[in-house]
């Protein structure tokens, strides 16, 4: 049947039902091509005739008949010693000129790059490409030999690696800072689409488009890249310290078991409220915090009971005078006389100092007695 029906079939053409067929040979009986049948070369598509081995002719789109006129390097290379009525002894090889737009690429080791303001940084890369064949004759030397169905499979690795290994070069030489790659990212594309078209001249493959999808680094440049963006969103460094304790504030709130963590969140709470007043009330410029109040020396503590006193200094006592059911104090003598003075402490008030058993008028303590000595008598009834 194979023999019946290459002597039946007279168009040698190729309609191609996948997306990934780069060489596709044209299938006969024991290669024979009948003299005077037709090719059908479609847009997208080259013919290539090879005969014992060795390309013989290649023909562009359109419809062609096979006869001597139309292939004079093959009628030189056979001599047509058998007539020209016998069967041709070739391979036909279609080549799919397209472009082929679903490459892929990718680094799967990081490049390693020096950057002026990062230093030596790795960073990973990926994207897509688009190939097409320019030279079928040279791809058919180089790549495809007699492989009767070359497909997109078979050189991808070659051209991703290929890729890869010109990748570095071309961010290196670039001279584009890191955190400028993204808006360059076109043109570095541009620029190793014609270094690697260049380079695939050899084998009869061009590289037309070339995309780079995305530029990442490691995730601690990440983190610092992040840090710095916080830092220019907050400004100054005193806002860049109400920042973090806003976040420590927040962390604390989230660890209400915490009595550490609840100190910290109170303190820093009322630290926040206070630079907020002051910023409010300042018109919007923070103000110095104010200075503590020094306390009057002129007046004295009312002491509570319980509450825990100084100790005396060495050789004076330390009196607590009642007024009014009030405790005051404490004086030395030299302040029970003022109070005598004022008329405050007389002969029936009450003090106490340490020692003491109990509160007694001041009229009954000895030691007193050179204090009440400066009180004036009361006067004559009238």
Sequence with gaps: MDKLRGELIDIVEWLDDSRDT????????QNEIKMGAKLVVRESQTAVFVNEGKIADVFPPGTYTLETRNLPILSTLKGWKYGFNSPFKAEVYFVNTRQFTDMKWGTQNPVILRDAEFGVVRVRAFGAFAARVVD????????VGTDPQFRTEEVQEYLR??????????LATAGVPLLDLAAHQDAIGRRLAAVLTEELAEVGIAIPKFVIENVSVPP?????????????????????????????????????????????GLGLGMAMGQQMARTMGGGGVTQPAPAP???AAAQPATAQPGAAEPPPLPGQ???YVGVG???????????????????????ETLVWRAGMAQWQPAGQVPELASVLASVPPPLPPQ
Excluded: H
């Design 22 to 29: 780069i060489v596709w040979r044209f299938p006969r009986y």
């Design 220 to 264: 601690e440049v990440e983190q610092a890249l992040d840090k710095r963006t916080s830092m220019g969103a907050v400004g100054d460094l005193d806002r860049y310290t109400r920042f973090q304790a806003a976040n420590a504030m927040e962390a604390a709130a989230n660890n209400p078991g915490g009595e550490a963590g609840a100190g910290i």
């Design 325 to 347: 059911g009030q405790r005051q104090g404490p004086y030395d003598l030299g302040g029970l006389a003022e109070q005598a003075g004022a008329g405050a402490l007389g002969p």
């Design 293 to 295: 109040a020094q306390p």
């Design 136 to 143: 079928p004759a040279q791809l058919l030397r180089e790549l």
């Design 161 to 170: 690696q290929l890729i890869v290994g010109r990748l570095g070069g071309a």
């Design 317 to 319: 006592a330390q009196w």
